[in-house]
């Protein structure tokens, strides 16, 4: 069983920056793909970002690409979320999220963080 706790959210300025972490805890974190969801009440969740195992293979969705940075650091059990130029629409709560041995942009992953506020303001 995975146990994941994301942490770095907070209230920023549009144009701002972030970094979110998402610790790791009860598997062998380097065989896992990880992913960033985000939802906003009302809306279903929404694909961000997701990074392989070995950090190879990144995907981003195309509203954050430029502007957000997946990665990971399979020493710490952590994986990132740097987040620069920060939009009001960007305003969400961001979830971590992963899979054995797979890197996929939909919602199939099998272990979930409780998730981390971002709010953005204009």
């Known amino acids: 069983q995975v146990q994941l706790i994301e942490s770095g959210g907070g209230l920023v300025q549009a144009g701002g920056s972030l970094r979110l972490s998402c610790a790791a805890s009860?598997?062998?974190?380097?065989?896992?793909?990880m992913g960033w969801f985000r939802q906003v009440p009302g809306k279903e969740r929404e694909f961000v970002a997701a990074?392989?195992?070995?950090?190879?293979?990144?995907y981003y969705a195309d509203s954050v690409k430029g502007r957000f940075t997946i990665s990971r650091d399979n020493a710490k059990n952590t994986v990132y979320l740097q987040m620069n130029s920060l939009k009001p629409e960007d305003t969400a709560v961001y979830y971590c999220?992963?899979?054995?041995?797979?890197?996929?942009?939909?919602?199939?992953?099998?272990?979930w963080g409780q998730g981390t506020q971002v709010t953005v303001s204009s």
């Open positions: 990074i392989s195992w070995s950090a190879a293979i990144t």
């Open positions: 999220a992963a899979r054995y041995k797979v890197v996929v942009t939909t919602s199939r992953y099998d272990y």
């Open positions: 009860g598997g062998t974190f380097s065989s896992y793909g």
